[in-house]
């Protein structure tokens, strides 16, 4: 495999680009603030003719988390649209629309339920479908903590649907636990899952659409670079789907006291779709 160049400036890449699908958590934000190099780049992208479509695992509608950049400041000016697993899942989610749901995540990704008539409410000794956007409390909870959960539901062979195959965040300097965390569990001990949001195809295509609509023209995958800070997520869904990606190094991948040379050299030795270059942070 060739060295995998790190870079400071996204400028030339930029040159030959029309579209970013930008990864919103760990690359445009921390959880709590935005980054600002980021926001400029994007910023500058857009003003040069290019259009950034951020592409989230967030398992809620794209409508709320726009509400949640909004609330912690990050610009408008910077994005075009946003595209969700949340905006994925909804479509899983109406087929069991008629069976016990069981939902696995926090109060706030409730919004994935709202064009159901009945709200979640089964327990996992009688639910037919667990659907899965998080921890209830991923600012104390692991994986282990949910246990005897999932063992009653492998036991009843109940399927799962996953809102969000990230493992791991960043917010605020902490690494927190996401709902793929809780998926990967679940299939360890037997259990079935299907999973919306990156690196499944699935969102590709919908953000694909989204950019075509927003330029007014069909865009080619050639023209398009995803930038993320996930390595089974961004980087391995931009392969999956033919796009060129760039690496942004986050504390979720990256070891205290590496380089980033060393970093990607390790992440990404050997595989069939590794990123065009990788940076400390997306910068112009």
Known sequence: MATIPTIASI??????????FLDIWGVLHNGVEPYPGTVSACRRFRAEGGTVILVSNAPRPAESVVAQLNRIGVDAAAYDSVV??????TALVEVARDQNILHIGPERDRGLFASLSRPPSAEAADCDVAVCTGLYDDETETPADYERVLGVLRSRNVPMICANPDQKVERGGRIIYCAGAIATAYEALGGRVSY???PYLPIYDMALQSAS?????????????????GVATDIEGAGRFGIRSVYVASAVHVRIGETLADAVARLFGG???PPVAAMPMLAW
Do not use: Q
């Open 11 to 20: 400028a030339h890449l930029a040159a030959d680009t029309d579209v970013w």
């Open 84 to 89: 969700t697993s949340g905006d994925v899942s």
């Open 196 to 198: 919306a949001g990156k």
């Open 213 to 229: 609509d927003a330029r007014r023209d069909k865009v080619e995958k050639s023209r398009v670079l995803a930038i993320g800070d």
């Open 271 to 273: 595989t069939a779709n």
